[in-house]
């Protein structure tokens, strides 16, 4: 009996040290459901600073998310011609800083983001209904990586400017 509470045991720290074991893009890639936030990371040349940044927090938009931007919207952004614009989309989802959930304020607050002047702000709200950042909703928070933190977000966040 006590070797299998052991064994059950000690499968549980290896799990989660395993599960740990891996940056942003890494766990974003196994969850399945940020293909295209990956391939727009790759197109904007911004999947290896993801990857290797420490202490950052990403707003990570699902598939279903950037399916709900308007026709052809992603196709032309993932273009070689409108890197420049992509990349100041994806920074805008980038804090350079750890955010986990508990450390929110109540109420709106805003955060500083990783995306150059202007607009480079996210207003979050944390309330009883939820966490949101600008208009999109957190699905699940405080995905911890070893580089950072992901909160899923069911929205693309697109700065004014």
């Known amino acids: 009996m006590h070797k299998l509470v052991l064994a059950a045991t000690a499968s549980l720290f290896l799990g989660v040290a395993s599960a740990s074991a891996a940056n942003v893009v890494e766990t974003a890639n196994s969850a399945g459901t940020f293909k295209t936030l990956l391939a727009a990371a790759q197109a904007a040349g911004l999947a290896d600073a993801l990857a290797t940044t420490q202490n950052i927090t990403v707003f990570a938009p699902t598939d279903e998310a950037f399916a709900k931007l ?3 919207t992603v196709e032309n952004l993932l ?4 890197k420049d614009q992509l990349a100041a989309i994806l920074t805008y989802h980038v804090l ?10 109540a109420g709106p607050f ?3 983001t990783l995306k150059a002047k202007p607009d480079r702000t996210l207003a979050i709200t944390k309330g009883a209904g939820g966490v949101t ?3 999109a909703n ?3 928070a405080d995905i911890i990586t070893d580089n950072g933190i992901i ?3 069911d ?7």
């Open 138 to 140: 957190v699905i699940k």
């Open 79 to 82: 273009k070689p011609e409108n």
């Open 96 to 105: 350079p800083r750890k955010l986990a959930s508990n450390q929110m304020l």
């Open 133 to 135: 950042v600008d208009n």
């Open 151 to 153: 909160h899923v977000i």
């Open 70 to 72: 308007p026709a052809g």
């Open 155 to 161: 929205t693309v966040l697109l700065p004014s400017k």
């Open 110 to 112: 805003h955060v500083r």
